[in-house]
């Protein structure tokens, strides 16, 4: 089996917003909007010097010698294709893949996909190996974002996204109505406190506090509905982050009547408020956990 190591920058883009469109305008005139998506994300990536791999469901997988080029072509299907009833996320990774039978194969490709997973509708999500490789001046065209932690990896690494058109930084936070500036003063000093029944953890500066069902996590909760690996409480650059990782979603509120289901996504918190893996939190079989953060 003939295969082939090669360092490139590796652009994965996702379609979202299909699903109700299919219900909205059917499937004949659904399945055209979405192909016309596709093609031309494709043929932006080609324009720039990727190298198509395959597109699985409303994904489309590119290779690039050339990580400016990559850059290039995100920026211009951002640039066209986050208006309207469909939307992509995409994430751009660099480094070493294995090439065979027509496919890739390698970390890289997983955390790529790691990178669009976890990007919200509308979003590039850039690893800093990406950012590192990319000329001087295409750099400018980045805004660093935050660290993140990604399942497998022992260390959280630096995450980029495209600066918008006013050069400000914006992430929704878990009451879904509260905005932060990332232009914003400098990161203060917090502690985030979990609290699950008798067990009580602490989490600071880039570190970590996990919960699921596996003996390994810092929190354990024995139950069906719990992923092994469910969710991770992390802090970095002064900001309190959830990144849940389970099949079954986690329910978190604030303090307020307000609750908001999240899966496979990071979310930053605030203050204080409740979560509850898997189940709403009034269901009687609930498992809450309580966090509160605190400064100083």
């Not at 309207?84 to 996909?113: K, Q, Y």
């Not at 650059?237 to 329910?251: D, I, K, M, Q, Y």
């Not at 899966?263 to 609930?286: H, Y």
């Amino acid at each position: 089996m003939d295969q082939e190591r090669v360092l490139a920058a590796v652009l994965l883009a996702d379609v979202v917003g299909s699903t109700p469109l299919y219900e909205r305008i059917g499937d004949k005139a659904a399945l055209q909007q979405i192909s016309d998506c596709l093609n031309a994300m494709r043929e932006i990536a080609a324009r720039n010097g990727g190298d198509f791999i395959h597109s699985k469901g409303d994904d489309v997988l590119s290779l690039f010698e050339r990580p400016e080029g990559a850059l290039t072509a995100v920026c211009q299907i951002m640039g066209r294709l986050t208006k309207g009833s469909l939307s992509v996320r995409i994430g751009l990774h660099f480094g070493a893949v294995i090439r065979t039978r027509g496919e890739v194969f390698g970390d890289v490709i997983n955390v790529t996909a790691r990178l669009s997973t976890t990007a919200n509708p509308g979003e590039a999500l850039i690893s800093q190996s990406l950012f590192e490789a990319l000329p001087a001046g295409s750099r400018s065209a980045l805004r660093l974002l935050d660290k993140m932690a990604f399942k497998g990896k022992q260390e959280p690494f630096d995450v980029y996204t495209l600066w918008s058109d006013d050069g400000a930084l914006s992430t929704q936070i878990v009451s879904g109505t509260t905005i932060i500036n990332r232009r914003s003063a400098p990161p203060q000093h917090i502690n985030l406190v979990i609290r699950y029944g008798d067990q009580l953890r602490s989490c600071r500066q880039n570190e970590f506090v996990t919960i699921g069902r596996s003996p390994e996590c810092d929190i354990v909760i024995q139950r069906p509905w719990v992923s092994r690996h469910h969710a991770t409480f992390t802090i970095s650059n002064g900001r309190a982050r959830l990144a849940e990782r389970s099949s079954s979603g986690t329910f978190l509120s604030t303090g307020s009547d307000h609750e908001v289901f999240v899966r496979r996504e990071d979310v930053l918190l605030v203050g204080s408020g409740v979560i509850s893996p898997g189940l709403r939190s009034s269901l009687s079989d609930a498992q809450i956990l309580h966090y509160e953060i605190i400064s100083g």
